[in-house]
């Protein structure tokens, strides 16, 4: 089975701190991805990855970067934290470029005070 | 882009009903998923149907591609079938997924 692990479930963090969130998937996915859940918005796409140290910008990357130096991982970084970043974060990964099954993460609660 | 409606937006159920959910999309697609999210937040893949039909015990989907829209059918629902339930569609132009706005899904014993 296909298993992506985000690094952690819940984290607080303070307004202004650097913030990781790792993602790992463990079947040689080419592509990763990160969204955000909204309530009232749904999943929106942050950013995605579809080759190593290649990124490219989703519908909401303001405030957000990303890292992918080894396929298996892919980092979201908020380089500010802010409380508008307070939000559940969903990382997914999809083998191929087109189709092919994505397969989640089980999220990161992020609260920014 | 690509614009996925899903419907009904919410739904309740007593323990034992069927129901089934759709989702319509407005252009072509490669990939078309099903999920159920837990109430951990984590997405459960439910089906890989960007065609045809697909049966798994009590649910099923059929993704009629060319008339743009997905069914989910859960029969005989249980408490807990509850949660929100995603389609989510892979345009033929790219490789992102996109998500409807979900249905949400409670099932009173």
């Known amino acids: 089975d296909v298993k992506v692990t985000q690094s952690s479930r819940y984290l607080v963090k303070r307004t202004g701190e650097k913030v990781f969130l790792e993602c790992v998937q463990d079947?040689?996915?080419?592509?990763m991805f990160w969204y955000r859940q909204d309530p009232g918005l749904g999943l929106r796409l942050i950013y995605f990855?579809?080759?190593?140290?290649?990124?490219e910008k989703g519908d909401i990357p303001e405030g957000y970067s990303v890292s992918r130096e080894k396929k298996e991982r892919f980092s979201l970084i908020l380089e500010s934290a802010s409380t508008n970043q307070t939000s559940m974060y969903l990382c997914?990964?999809?083998?191929?470029?087109?189709?092919?099954?994505?397969?989640f993460g089980q999220g990161t609660r992020l609260t920014v005070v | 882009g690509i614009q996925v409606e899903q419907s009904p937006p919410d739904l309740i159920l007593q323990e034992g009903a069927n129901s089934t959910l759709r989702c319509n999309f407005s252009?072509?697609?490669?990939?078309l998923q099903w999920f159920h999210q837990n109430p951990w937040g984590q997405l459960i893949n439910l089906f890989y149907?960007?065609?045809g039909t697909k049966q798994n015990g009590r649910l099923s989907a059929t993704t009629v591609a060319t008339e743009r829209y997905s069914l989910l059918y859960i029969s005989s629902s249980q408490t807990t079938d509850s949660g929100v339930y995603f389609c989510?569609?892979?345009?033929?132009?790219?490789?992102?997924?996109?998500f409807g706005g979900g249905t949400r899904l409670m099932v009173k014993p």
């Open positions: 997914a990964s999809i083998y191929g470029r087109m189709n092919t099954e994505a397969f």
């Open positions: 079947m040689d996915h080419e592509n």
């Open positions: 990855s579809y080759d190593v140290k290649m990124k």
């Open positions: 252009d072509s697609v490669n990939n």
């Open positions: 149907i960007p065609s």
């Open positions: 989510a569609v892979e345009p033929n132009a790219g490789n992102m997924l996109t």
